[in-house]
């Protein structure tokens, strides 16, 4: 970890930076009154909201790969809640349903730190698929069987496997590059959630053409300027990874639009079930999956391409 | 020695509850201040009690005790110790045979101390599909005993899925504590009336009430 070590701490350096420059126009607007009171909170309070996280996620990735497991085996849970409270369920699902909180979710965990890549990448697809149908039919089966299975599925793969190729970084063999790999979370979640951010400030000031009209405010304009500033990122840090500026810049860019692609779709998910937020644990963003859904969908995909091309 | 052993155990409840549930309190029409209030719920699960105690804030949790059925409660040693000695409940013997002691005059001793109430008028869990059972007497009875009192009308979102009825293991799901606007009763009213409007303003709290309810106009209070 060392050789990372004053890297990582240089780009922490740089985003706790940016916060306090946040923190510090809240306070100046507050100060001359010129923003309304209300909008003026809504800021604040997302802006305490990334101290916490980016903290949160600062102080795991510089403790090393079981602390950053940890935190992310959190995260996947919490997501999980979320999710699984709007599924469709019944009884005949509470063995699935306690099986994939107490078993599948820290066994997955489990195998991505013992660094099987055989394991880890085929246990909920392959195992998990077919067991808890099983689990599911013992106990009933009953009406909307399919749909049922399915959605308690998806849940799995978004919110374990999907965030587990977060922390799965960690045990790709990268060469000499591998003492370093902490430096790839930063920068898949640096660039996705930057990119994230520039599309909900560009849309709002130049927003025109809605992506998808029925279900998000996200526009093309915004995403646009989102995938532009997510590939300047990407390239400016390009230091930090094995990539190469090039190389670097289209990894922040696949990541960012598959990201982008990842939170409609999961906007489409709240829309059908009517609910604006998946959570609250976030105050003033809603829940881990409003706030990690770009990142879940663009975790396993920074994986395999990473894993692909410099492995 | 039991007292700290009980103020332990149910931090420990507390923080199980909030990994299971995330539990979230939501104020509607309402605001979490030290009044004496009967708090009345919907009741689906065994959880519901532990639930609305969790969230109410800490002040307020001191001083709020369960109405509980004495049966269930003193069946073994340790719901003994949790429902006398964690939650300091109000028991009540359902079976109005075996009474020593007037279940409304007990209630009405406890608000006297200064203590608020958790109360499920349903009389029982709930099993059917119907979001609320009829409501038994009980909540007119010391409605008209202390009608000083605010009745805060709880709603408990989600918590059946959590642990369906003879489950052991809890699933961990989101939930959260509706309270609305306080109810008391009116001069005059007939326990038909009074009940029916109590029922309702439960019943406006629940989510997507609009969707597929009709909300009776003119009777929540």
Known sequence: ?311 | MIRILATISGQFLVLFARFITAARAEWRGTEPVRRRRIYYANHTSNADMPLIWTVLPPVLRRETRPVAAADYWLKTKLRAFAGRDIFKAVLIDRRAEHRTEDPIAAMAAALDEGSSLILFPEGGRNMGEEPLLPFKAGLYNIAQLRPEVDLVPTWVENISNIMPKGEIIPVPLSCSVIFGAPIHLREGESIEAFLERAADALRTLRPNASTDYSVSTGQTG
């Not at chain 1, 996947?76 to 699935?96: Q, Y």
């Not at chain 1, 399915?150 to 374990?160: K, P, R």
């Open chain 1, 1 to 311: 970890m060392s050789a990372g070590a004053d890297d990582l701490t240089l780009i922490i350096g740089g985003v706790l930076g940016l916060l306090l420059l946040a923190t510090l126009i809240g306070e100046a607007l507050r100060m001359r009154g010129v923003a309304s009171r209300q909008t003026l909170d809504i800021y604040i309070t997302r802006v305490n909201s990334w101290w916490v996280m980016a903290v949160t996620l600062s102080v795991a990735l510089l403790l090393g790969k079981v602390v950053t497991l940890m935190l992310f085996a959190f995260c996947s849970f919490a997501a999980l809640r979320e999710f699984m409270t709007l599924t469709h369920k019944t009884r005949a699902d509470h063995w699935a349903l306690v099986a994939s909180f107490y078993v599948v979710l820290p066994v997955q965990y489990v195998l991505v730190w013992w660094g099987q890549e055989g394991l880890f990448t085929s246990f909920i697809p392959v195992y998990a698929f077919l067991l808890l149908p099983i689990l599911s039919m013992m106990r009933g089966a009953g009406a909307s069987f399919l749909a049922r299975i399915s959605e308690t599925q998806w849940a799995l793969m978004i919110c374990v496997f999907c965030a587990s190729h977060v922390p799965a970084l960690l045990v790709i063999d990268l060469g000499e590059y591998s003492a370093r790999s902490v430096l790839l979370i930063a920068f898949l979640v640096l660039v996705v959630q930057l990119g994230d951010l520039m599309v909900y400030f560009a849309g709002r000031r130049i927003g025109r053409h809605r992506v998808a009209p029925s279900i998000s405010p996200k526009s093309w304009e915004g995403v646009a300027c989102g995938a532009v500033f997510a590939a300047l990122i990407g390239a400016s840090v390009a230091w930090i990874t094995p990539f190469g500026t090039a190389g670097a810049a289209l990894m922040a860019l696949i990541s960012f639009l598959i990201g982008t692609g990842g939170a409609l779709v999961l906007d489409a998910i709240k829309k059908d079930r009517g609910v604006t937020n998946w959570g609250h644990i976030i105050p003033g963003q809603g829940g881990i999956v409003d706030q990690l859904d770009s990142v879940f969908f663009a975790a396993p995909v920074f994986f395999y391409v990473t894993r692909f091309f410099w492995a």
